[in-house]
């Protein structure tokens, strides 16, 4: 009997190894729901982030856009009964370099790019592609997508005259680094240049439009001189990016689109995902805690007779309730930490089963030290509360009758 | 209410104690008066189903008089709250069952120690001497399954001592430990 343990966690403890094989099924019991809970969470976790990762992979978090332009009647004039939606036109951001100041001091944004994009041909030889044209800074533009990273051939060097395109447009046009390209714009510029580097942004239709060059090449083809058709923005926390974007619209007067918006369908998806997983997870910690009151309810009818005699000796009703609120709490602890090494174990096996043909792992998978300590938090409240109802009528029990049995 | 402090150690006054038996009340105790004094012995004699096991649980603080008073050591109790009449049973009261009524979670030697520890909280050195004294020549930490025959009836008593019970006469003082 340790001297510095209270009476309450001596009861408790010694309640609990009294009736072992009870106490420790039941363990076993909140050790598997734990572990299919932190299974099942880091398995969604790491497929979630893996989804997301690919899907923010070839697109910004934001991207700001010129307002775009409305047809009005002149003031008082009311004499046309319709009035036909305006064509929109490839124009720059109006002081978009004061808007990039502004934005670079926003904490909640890790990088800005400023982007010069629009709609050309690649041309070679006999072969021709509608490709996408997209002017850019490279070292900002890495911070917001990383093509770096993803260059698979040659390197990402966009002087003038340079290019860097998809491995499928390479395939398409057959051509590589080093090859020359021919790039029409709509307004009749155009211009050669040598592939410098080949990228695969994991994504094949941008693979096969996206025609990187540098911000000046582009403003030159798209008769943007000194403009930029779009800001890119890459942010801390991805989640805060629909916020955010209203909030930068707001100050600035700029058409804001967050990947949340623009992905709506995936957004929606990721959202059903993660509601589905909260409810299974509730209803797993229900039968956790139902599993644990009734171990406890049963414990409490057949230590009814000792429960008495502890009352009888001087045991007030708030000692035998924390007894039995401890005896619930242990159990959630003990069963999550088995809980949380089980699930260690089903990771580990999940890593050597689920490998892409080439051996690689299909995703990142990890249990974060913070899931544990959650989910060892969350199973010793579960015990405690489960513990509430048998511990109370542990409390109440009458003396006299539990002695009498 | 307390009486001035002699050598009375339980008083009962006119008490009255009735159990509802569906709509209609069936008093089992009517009006009984008792008064013992320190170091008296005494014994409650009557036939099956006359209120003995009532008046002991009333006289033991584990249940409470429907009407009437009750004084132990000029305390009255039927004011006092929950937590004070058990606190009071604790300190002051030892019970002596017809039955073996031990914990067989503890040691026996803890069983000993138990009302001192539910009363003060946690275990100390003190009061693990204390129960060793009055364990003496037996194996102190042995567990109560293991000796559960021989024990059957000696540490009821053995525990009742752990404790003093003045309200049996023994005439003892509280002693720490």
């Given amino acids: ?405 | 209410m307390a009486e001035t402090p002699n050598n009375t150690v339980l008083r009962l006054n006119a008490i009255r104690k009735s159990y509802l038996s569906g709509e209609s009340e069936l008093e089992v105790l009517h009006g009984i008066d008792l008064t013992l004094e320190r170091g008296e012995f005494a014994a409650l004699i009557g036939p099956s189903g006359s209120g003995k096991s009532t008046l002991l649980n009333l006289i033991g603080l584990l249940d409470r008089p429907t009407a009437g008073q009750l004084f132990i050591d000029g305390e009255e109790t039927s004011t006092l709250a929950e937590s004070s009449i058990t606190k009071l049973r604790g300190q002051r009261i030892g019970f002596v069952f017809q039955h073996h009524c031990l914990i067989p979670a503890f040691s026996a030697l803890e069983n000993v120690m138990m009302p001192l520890l539910v009363d003060r909280g946690r275990p100390d050195a003190a009061m693990r001497q204390r129960a060793a004294e009055l364990w003496q020549r037996e194996q102190a930490d042995a567990r109560w399954k293991q000796l559960i025959a021989e024990l059957r009836q000696r540490t009821p008593v053995r525990i009742d001592e752990s404790h003093y019970a003045p309200t049996r006469g023994s005439g003892e003082k509280p002693r720490a430990g």
């Avoid at chain 1, 305006?86 to 944004?109: C, F, H, T, V, Y």
């Avoid at chain 1, 395109?165 to 240049?193: F, M, P, Q, S, W």
């Avoid at chain 1, 942004?201 to 990187?212: C, I």
């Avoid at chain 1, 159990?331 to 043909?357: D, K, Q, T």
């Fill in chain 1, 1 to 405: 009997m340790s001297p510095w343990l209270p009476f309450e966690w001596i009861a408790a403890t010694r309640f609990l190894r009294e009736g072992r094989t009870q106490s420790l099924l039941i363990i076993v019991g909140v050790g598997v729901g734990v572990s299919v809970i932190v299974f099942m969470s880091a398995l969604l976790s790491g497929l979630q982030s893996n989804l997301v990762k690919r899907t923010l992979s070839s697109q910004s978090h934001i991207v700001l856009l010129p307002p775009e332009e409305i047809a009005r009647p002149l003031d008082g004039d009311k004499s046309g009964p319709l009035i036909q939606k305006q064509a929109q036109r490839l124009r720059s951001i109006d002081q978009w370099q004061n808007i990039r100041g502004r934005l670079e001091k926003m904490p909640e944004i890790a990088a800005v790019s400023p982007v010069a994009s629009g709609p050309a041909f690649a041309v070679r030889g006999d072969a021709n592609k509608s490709v996408s044209l997209i002017g850019i800074e490279p070292e900002n533009y890495n911070r917001v997508i990383g093509l770096e990273e993803r260059i698979v051939a040659g390197r990402l060097r966009l002087n003038a005259g340079e290019a860097v395109i998809g491995i499928e447009l390479a395939k398409d046009l057959g051509a590589t680094v080093g090859d020359k390209l021919r790039l029409n714009t709509g307004n009749g510029a155009n211009d050669t240049l040598t592939i410098t580097g080949l990228f695969d942004l994991g994504n094949k239709g941008v693979n096969a439009r996206n025609v990187y060059v540098g911000l000046r090449s582009a403003q030159s083809l798209l008769d943007l001189v000194g403009g930029v058709s779009s800001i890119d923005l890459s942010l801390r926390d991805i989640y805060a990016a629909e916020g955010l974007a209203l909030k930068i619209a707001a100050e600035t007067g700029l058409q804001a689109d967050s990947w949340i918006k623009t992905n709506a369908q995936f957004f929606t998806a990721l959202t059903s995902q993660r509601i589905s997983s909260n409810v299974i997870r509730f209803f797993i910690g229900l039968s956790v805690a139902f599993g644990i009151a009734s171990v406890l309810v049963v414990s409490v009818v057949q230590r009814s007779k000792e429960i008495g005699i502890l009352r009888a000796m001087g045991a007030s009703r708030g000692q035998m309730l924390r007894t039995f609120l401890l005896q619930g709490g242990i159990v959630g602890l003990l069963g999550s930490l088995l809980g949380s090494a089980l699930a260690w174990s089903f990771l580990a096996i999940w890593r050597m089963l689920a490998l892409n043909p080439d051996g690689t792992p299909m995703f990142m998978i990890s249990v974060e030290p913070g899931l544990i300590v959650i989910a060892a938090g969350g199973a010793t409240l579960v015990g405690i509360l489960a513990a509430l109802m048998p511990a109370r009528r542990a409390a109440n029990l009458d003396p006299v009758v539990a002695i009498r049995g």
